[in-house]
T-cell receptor, first 112, second 118 residues
Framework: GQQLNQSPQSMFIQEGEDVSMNCTSS?????WLWYKQDPGEGPVLLIA?????ELTSNGRLTAQFGITRKDSFLNISASIPSDVGIYFC????????????FGKGTHLIIQP | GAGVSQSPSNKVTEKGKDVELRCDPI?????LYWYRQSLGQGLEFLIY????????KSGLPSDRFSAERTGGSVSTLTIQRTQQEDSAVYLC????????????????FGEGSRLTVL
């Protein structure tokens, strides 16, 4: 099946630092999504991107849909303790579950 | 309820037993998905229901896995003769419309059912 390469696998940062993570694919996607999963919870949608080149912000989060449609990045500015969790990217080719692929996640850990 | 509801939240079973996991999607959502999340791994697609169409079962790992969706609402994922490698968190998600190019395709996840097979 489709593969999304998400990196880094984990990040250890200090509170207040900026964070950047990305996903790449060998295939084109029509939509990119970024989810966050807290321990014991299901993933929650953070940002959805529908157009190549689109740059979207949600508070301290900014995500971009790569112009080639094969990549996306998520930035978090001025990290705070509640940003801890696992961040997943997901790409959609079209309608239905066959067009939806998730990355393996980036585990964000904030050191005091 | 307002969100996707899954039960049980935790299930411990013995190898060889059958288990049933339940998902109650958001009211009005036509699409329902089951995913499996193993420790440290991403989300592995299992099965997808859309309205009255035949489900997409292409992600089911073996014939021990099956799922039903009755009345276009509640879904049950059944694992027969459980094995230790079935231990994982099983996540259900629903969306207003098929995943695609609009916000109506955005998935809303439940909290998952954690299955431990001893």
């Amino acid at each position: 099946g489709q593969q999304l390469n998400q990196s880094p696998q984990s990040m250890f940062i200090q509170e207040g630092e900026d964070v950047s993570m990305n996903c790449t694919s060998s295939s084109i996607f029509n939509t990119w999504l970024w989810y966050k999963q807290d321990p014991g919870e299901g993933p929650v949608l953070l940002i959805a991107l529908y157009k190549a080149g689109e740059l979207t912000s949600n508070g301290r989060l900014t995500a971009q849909f790569g112009i080639t449609r094969k990549d996306s990045f998520l930035n978090i500015s001025a990290s705070i303790p509640s940003d801890v969790g696992i961040y997943f990217c997901a790409g959609q080719r079209g309608g239905g579950a066959d067009g939806l692929t998730f990355g393996k996640g980036t585990h964000l850990i904030i050191q005091p | 309820g307002a969100g996707v509801s899954q039960s049980p939240s935790n299930k411990v079973t013995e190898k060889g037993k059958d288990v049933e996991l339940r998902c109650d999607p958001i009211s009005g959502h036509t699409a329902l998905y089951w995913y499996r999340q193993s420790l440290g791994q991403g989300l592995e697609f299992l099965i997808y229901f859309q309205g009255n169409s035949a489900p997409d079962k292409s992600g089911l790992p073996s014939d021990r896995f099956s799922a039903e969706r009755t009345g276009g609402s509640v879904s049950t994922l059944t694992i027969q003769r459980t094995q230790q490698e079935d231990s994982a968190v099983y996540l259900c998600a629903s969306s207003l419309a098929p995943a695609g190019r609009s916000a109506q395709g955005e998935l809303f996840f439940g909290e998952g059912s954690r299955l431990t097979v001893l």
